[in-house]
Nanobody, 121 residues
Framework: QVQLVESGGGLVQPGGSLRLSCAAS????????MGWFRQAPGKQRELVAF???????NYADPVKGRFTISRDNAKKAMYLQMNSLKPEDTDVYYC???????????????WGKGTLVTVSS
């Protein structure tokens, strides 16, 4: 079994910053691509940022230039530095990872339970 646990969410004023973390644990042979998604009530979950094993990144247009995704493969962790936050960034943020079990080449997608980010004055 694999667990992804997000942390770092909270309440921040517009223009402020937060750093989200995602820690992976369990039966992990290899972590492939990892990503951050967000979802507001009644809306579809949407991609925020994605990072490959080698560190190639991709961002959704609304967060380009403000958010930075990174990962530490040794620690099995991923981060999202969020700067210049806006009220429209308010959402539950989810960690996503493609995990390959030990001694296999089969990857499965796992999700964390989410962490709430609220941007409000």
């Amino acid at each position: 079994q694999v667990q992804l646990v997000e942390s770092g969410g909270g309440l921040v004023q517009p223009g402020g910053s937060l750093r989200l973390s995602c820690a992976a644990s369990g039966n992990i042979g290899r972590l492939n691509g990892m990503g951050w998604f967000r979802q507001a009530p009644g809306k579809q979950r949407e991609l925020v940022a994605f990072i490959t094993t080698s560190g190639v990144t991709n961002y959704a247009d609304p967060v380009k230039g403000r958010f930075t995704i990174s990962r530490d493969n040794a620690k099995k962790a991923m981060y999202l530095q969020m700067n210049s936050l806006k009220p429209e960034d308010t959402d539950v943020y989810y960690c996503n990872a493609n995990v390959v079990a030990p001694a296999t080449n089969v990857g499965m997608i796992y999700w964390g339970k989410g962490t709430l980010v609220t941007v409000s004055s």
